[in-house]
């Protein structure tokens, strides 16, 4: 027998499927070999990767082993300083990656804490205290209010049990629990008769059978799920791997090519391989692991201060590339708490906020009796209480009744001091009711409408007086309710015997007249509405996929403005459907209710076999596999579970969807400033490898060293690129669609703009060597000459892409000057740190010996400073190439 099946079969055929008995349990050496045969009840987590195999795994990059192969060639060749410089590089950059990537992932170590506890358990017909470890399919346990569940369970007996199942098939509310058996296509989220593993007794207590235990359990299966998934790569992180290797290739068959080019010219052997080296090293942008990992930082801090916490770098970038976000409704897009938002009596609906005076809280003067009886009876009728600190305690649905009454000004103490309760019959699933007797004959009945109504043969007038029951206009006030998204309960009063103490069920049986329905849900946060609005604008699509009801759904879904009014899909429809159907069915409908775990992940999967970027949001045990199969993990950080929040890529510290708005926002800048660095660093290594090529090519000494290579794009780039990562928000960035997905890195405007200012750079370096050499004749100074007009050039080159283009002919005197830098200080501060490390380049004797440079007079200085006027027209036509305002993101 399979366990999936288990909330079809009755309680004895399990019971002797699992060769159990429910009176006296298994035997105490039944239950060992049972032990030994399935395991304990706990998961099962794998090894994690060691850290010393996870820091080599850093070194696994086309450019880094290419830089490795560089410093060993230095190596052999002699040039030890040289090869030492270069293998720092690279051990930096693998040192950054393994710090950013060393995160525990410890999700499946938390769903083990799930499992952890003690419990009864009935063996060898004695009851007995055991971990819960110990358990086996057959034991026979006990429950009770408060109890953590420890294993997959079929109900035998209950008593008003109700299970908080939130965290693994996101009802808002706890479940009331059965014990009869269901339909074998019953969603996860009905099946009345099972307790499933990790979840939490709310109210009552039960006897019930074990079913499945450890990895076989419904929360084992996801932990399994997440064990066997590997983490997906993001956007950037695949676009950077096909540029390495697209680099790689390019940078090989240059090196190969100056090679033999400066051998065909006549040159050394040993000149022409240090002119390949210095060529492989300049075209490798070494800085620019170490940029990206600063600008996705400055954006994780940024984020950070917008309620949002990301665990992995790259999901900084992701988030601005993000075409669909599905979200879980309870929380994020809700407020989480219930509320009663209409009323029903004497044949009027009204809205309960129509109700207060000045469309305030407080005192109302009712002038609808029914309606004020129905008030009361949500006071008295129920067990939630008011604490000493005037906080409402109890069931989510009980103490929303207490809010609506006291928000019309009603007091439950005096309520209950005026009709003081002498009986009750608590509610039961199997009845749907619960009643109440108070003072000396009045008696109280709420519950499901369908229970009230069949009891009622009279209703209360706005009198208070009886009159016919009028079943079609109150069955119009639930279709209206339930459109709306509302939970309905019914209320009804009657008379009891006044010499009866107890209340009775023939009592409630029939006989009592209906006083009116309350209505209430989960309301919309007003701030997620907005920023659904955002998301759309953005082109962002926002999908709702929930474990709540259909219509819940559905109706939540209208008010927050997700879909257009279309088809609401069920699980139970959903899991009918093929892999290409659910493909089709998931790019026209936006609205999915009663979702299993399994279907989350389903849904996730089909959307990205369409080529999107999925966030998925979640803060449940049921969410965990969709979270971390999805680009991008959402978690709630407030209310979630632990193992969402250890498989998801980002936090909300304040589990609300317009966090997710702003958050998007912020990668979105990300994206753009890493195009900006992208933009900038390029043409550097480009402008410096393809000079040595063309020194080759023209038998001239090489223009600069391997060494000043290193030095011009470690330092003196790192030192201008880094103030692109803090750039301030385009506010134009949250109205344009996202990146396309498959967009590479290197877009053809950008490739555009590199070569521009490439071949540009080409020009400064090669002519300002030449001109050097030949007036000054100094191989040092004429090199030190041409890195350091390059470098020049670049100072107004940054200027020119960063937020500051265009804003310096806006300048009108000295206050405008101020706020332009307090909103982006990193660009002064970057120049005058770029002047100070060329100046140390250039003019320090130490720098002079290490780097073989030499010092600048005011004259060559002034000849270096030339390219500088030159580079303004050049970045004008580099900027029409390759827009980077953020309107063509």
């Known amino acids: 027998m399979h366990q999936a099946q288990a909330h079809a079969l009755s309680s004895e055929a399990l019971i002797r499927s699992l060769g159990s008995d429910q009176d006296c349990g298994l035997s105490e050496l039944e239950a060992r070999a049972r032990l030994l045969s399935h395991g304990a009840n706990t998961l099962q987590v794998q090894s994690r990767t060691p850290a010393w195999l996870h820091f080599l795994q850093q070194f696994n990059s086309p450019l880094l082993i290419t830089l490795l192969a560089v410093a060993l060639m230095k190596m052999l060749l002699g040039e030890a300083t040289d090869a030492l410089v270069i293998s720092s590089v690279t051990l930096i950059n693998a040192v950054i990656g393994f710090v950013q990537e060393r995160r525990a992932e410890s999700a499946i170590a938390a ?40 294993a997959d369970l079929r109900l035998l007996t209950q008593r008003n049990l109700e299970v908080d199942e939130s965290m693994l098939t996101g009802e808002s509310l706890p479940v009331r629990k059965g014990t009869a058996a269901v339909a074998p296509d019953t969603p996860l989220a009905e099946r009345r008769p099972i307790a499933y593993a990790g979840t939490h007794v709310t109210a009552g207590e039960a006897c019930a059978l074990v079913i499945a235990t450890g990895n076989d359990t419904e929360v084992g299966q996801i932990s399994s799920s997440l064990q066997q998934r590997s983490q997906l790569t993001t956007p950037l992180t695949r676009q950077f791997v096909r540029f390495s290797h697209t680099l790689l290739k390019a940078v090989l068959v240059l090196a190969a090519l100056t090679l033999m080019v400066g051998l065909g010219r006549g040159k050394g052997l040993e000149e022409m391989v240090d002119g390949a080296i210095a060529l492989a090293v300049g075209a490798i942008p070494e800085e620019l692991p170490a940029i990206v990992t600063i600008t996705l930082a400055i954006g994780v801090k940024r984020m950070a201060r917008r309620r949002a916490i990301i665990r992995k770098l790259p999901a900084v970038e992701t988030l601005g590339s993000t075409t669909v976000i599905c979200s879980d409704k309870t929380g994020t897009l809700t407020q989480n708490r219930m509320t009663v938002k209409h009323l029903y009596a004497g044949g009027t609906l009204v809205a309960l906020e129509d109700l207060w005076p000045g469309n305030e809280r407080g005192s109302a003067d009712l002038q609808n009796m029914a309606l004020e009886e129905t008030l009361v009876a949500g006071l008295l ?184 009014g279309g088809d609401t899909i069920d699980g139970r ?46 803060d449940g045990v049921n969410d965990a596999p969709a979270l971390r199969q999805a680009d991008i993990g959402i978690a709630m950080g407030a209310g979630g579970t632990e193992v969402a929040r250890d498989a998801a890529d980002m936090l909300l510290t304040d589990d609300n969807f317009a966090t997710i708005e702003a958050a998007v926002e912020e990668g979105r800048t990300v994206a753009l400033n890493l195009h900006k660095t992208l933009a900038f660093v390029l043409p550097v290594s480009g402008g410096a490898s393809m000079t040595i090529l063309l020194g080759a090519a023209l038998g001239t000494a090489l223009p600069v060293t391997a060494l000043q290579v290193l030095w011009l794009n470690m330092v003196c780039s790192l030192t201008m690129s880094i103030a692109l990562a803090f750039e301030p928000r385009c506010a134009a960035l949250m109205k344009q669609p996202p990146r396309p997905p498959g967009q590479p890195l290197l877009s053809q405007g950008l490739i555009q703009r590199v070569l521009v200012v490439s071949a540009f750079n080409w020009t400064v370096v090669f002519g300002l060597f030449l001109w050097s050499e030949q007036h000054l004749g100094d191989l040092a100074l004429a090199r030190t000459m041409a890195v350091q007009g390059l470098v020049l050039a670049h100072l107004v080159y940054l200027v020119c892409i960063s937020h500051w283009r265009g804003s310096l002919g806006q300048w009108r005197g000295s206050l405008g000057r101020w706020r332009q830098i307090a909103m982006a200080p990193a660009v002064p501060l970057g120049i005058l740190a770029t002047v100070a490390v060329q100046t140390l380049f250039s003019q320090s004797s130490w720098m002079n010996r290490f780097l073989g440079t030499s010092p600048l007079s005011f004259g060559s200085l002034m000849i270096c400073a030339l390219p500088m006027v030159l580079m303004v027209p050049v970045a004008s036509l580099a900027e029409r190439l390759d827009p980077s305002d953020g309107t063509a993101f």
């Open 111 to 150: 769903l083990a804490q799930v499992l952890r506890s003690d419990v009864e358990v009935v063996r060898d017909g004695s009851l007995q205290n055991l971990p819960s470890d110990q358990l086996v399919p057959g034991d026979v346990i006990q429950l009770e209010a408060g109890q953590r569940i420890p």
């Open 381 to 564: 009728c129920s067990n939630a209480r008011v604490d000493d600190g005037n906080t409402l305690v109890g069931d989510p649905t009980e103490t929303a009744l207490l809010a609506a009454a006291h928000s019309l000004g009603m007091d439950q103490g005096a309520a209950r001091t005026r009709y003081p309760r002498r009986d009750a019959i608590p509610f039961e699933s199997e009845q749907q009711f619960m009643a109440t007797l108070h003072g000396r004959e009045r008696i109280l009945l709420k519950g499901s409408v369908e229970a009230v109504l069949a009891r009622c043969s009279r209703q209360l007038n706005t009198e208070g007086q009886p009159e016919a029951l009028n079943r079609a206009a109150i069955d119009r006030a639930v279709s209206t309710m339930a459109m709306a998204g509302e939970r309905v309960l019914a209320f009804a009063i009657g008379k009891a015997d006044r010499s009866q103490r107890q209340l009775r069920h023939q009592d409630v049986m029939a006989n009592l007249d209906f006083i009116g329905l309350q209505g209430m849900q989960d309301p919309p946060r007003p701030e997620a509405i907005q920023a659904v609005a955002t998301c759309r604008a953005a082109g962002i699509r926002v999908k709702l996929i929930t474990g709540d009801h259909r219509e819940t759904a559905a109706a939540i879904a209208r008010q927050i403005g997700i879909g257009s």
């Open 573 to 618: 429809q959903l899991a009918a459907m093929d892999e290409a159907t659910i493909a089709r069915v998931v790019q026209r409908v936006d609205v999915f209710a009663r979702i299993a775990p399994a279907q989350k992940l389903a849904l996730v999967e089909a959307l990205q076999s369409h080529g999107e970027v999925v966030a998925m949001t979640g």
